[in-house]
DNA sequence: CAGTATCCTTGTTGATACTG
DNA sequence: CAGTATCAACAAGGATACTG
């Protein structure tokens, strides 16, 4: 049994600089559902202001955890998807999901 | 392919109302090698102040994450220890570490 | 629609000194 | 040793109104 959790200091603290902030774990469970655009993400993450999103998803995307698409080459609307490193994070959520569900049951 | 994460809302934020807070990844990695002393922790978990290592340690006693023994019956000293329900959280730190290990390469 | 700009409130952490 | 007390600093988030 091996008790070693982090193969190198640092590396829990890189996941949760991502994801200790307020609403990005449902921002990514949002856009693991499906690509989106801005005030879809309004909707679906009830109660993030838009200045707050504005600021995670340009965070997110500076780290490369989600990517802005054009939706149509001659439209300025655009979509957010999670690139491969984001949906690299989905495990850690999933996790974060079986423990809440295992210890509080209410 | 199931695409839901959270069997029911709120588990992860449950997860990352323990987690989310500074140190606190931190607290659980060290506890998990050995049960420690405030002191020991203090050295451990470099750079944390006591009054910020007290406020962790009551928080996660107080959500039965870790428990306080006291060392023997004729001190006053006390020993913090994960229990299963703290232990259960390692799986999550353990993706963590993966994630920022793959990504991170330097 | 997709943000930006301001201002404000609050929460969180740190520094430091002190106590039983 | 195992904390507590006090104060200061800063970061994070919210409210709201506004713009191209």
Known sequence: ??????????CIAKAMNILGNKWTALIIRDLYLSPKRFCELERSVTKINPRTLTK???LL???????????NSDSLTYCYELTK???DLL?????MSD????????
């Open 61 to 71: 995307e500076e780290e490369n955890i989600i990517k802005k698409v054009r939706i």
């Open 56 to 58: 995670r998803l340009n």
């Open 99 to 106: 423990w809440g569900d295992k210890y509080f049951k209410d």
């Open 1 to 10: 049994m091996n008790k070693v959790i982090e193969s190198k200091n640092g």
């Open 85 to 87: 490193k984001g949906s």
């Open 91 to 95: 495990p850690i959520l999933k996790k």
